[in-house]
């Protein structure tokens, strides 16, 4: 089944949802330009959402220099900034619902109990495919871990403004998926779902790392009757040669010594340029918030590369 986008009426509402796992990375500054820019090319509200959720991987002190970095970069944003560490009875009230129509069964197994049923993984990203083993109830001795979703034997497809038409077999990719995890906290998937409807989000542009994450969104939005954002997802900043960059290569951070007021407008046209932009030259040198202003005007989509490159760093 295809996945419509909504057609609501109003603004577009788009939104940057960093998690304050550590400082903004290239990676995170480029889903942040593409997003603003496709917002605001569109004259819509761009809002910022602070991922706090995975708490033990919450590093203290990092939600507020990115939000510093942001500024400092000469973002602004729309509304007041939601804390998902402050949303937990939204989450809960969700999973009730799911849990009431019968979409999500608590279950008992434990990571070396999948890891042993499970075949081996599918999608190249090491995840193992959940057998769904307690989908008709805990087998005796089993006690309650975790809560999952069903899957649909059919494969969700959408369309990504960026990536084109795509389509995910979740049955096969990663069966029943967690919506709150054998720690008590509530799985990332549901949390966004329960965001972006909450805020009213119709347009989700993030880094193709979490293409494999929108089928899952999609089908949450679906069985809690929410509308589908549209989606576009950017390409991944690689190390030269396709190489994965270390979190210490790639930070974009006030707290890592960057003068953001001096080099932030080159920053920011690195990142453009990324997205397959041709900024103008006259923007050499232009702080950030002008650079900004060009992309709110003029970011065209249709010139945004599919394939992950290395980004040519100015810091
Ligand atoms: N918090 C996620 C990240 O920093 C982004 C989630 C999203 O955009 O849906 O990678």
Redesign the pocket.
Known sequence: MTSSPNHRPGPTVGRF???PTGPLHLG?LV?AVGSYAMTKRSGGLWLLRM?DLDTPRVVPGMADDILRTLEALGFSWDGEIVRQSRRSAAYEAALERLLAAGHVYPCGCSRAEIARAATAPHDGEGELAYPNICRHGLPPGKELRSYRVKVPADPITFHDLVMGEKSFDLARICGDFVVKRADGLFA?QLA?VVDDADQGVTQ?V??A??LS?TPRQILLQRLLDCDTPTYAHLPLVTGPGGAKLSKRDNAVSLVAGLDLAVRGGELLLAALRFLGQEPPSFLAGAPGAEVLAWAAASFDVAKVPTQSSPLHDVR
């Open positions: 949802a960093p998690s995170s889903a991922e990332y966004v989700v993030r880094g790392d979490l994450s």
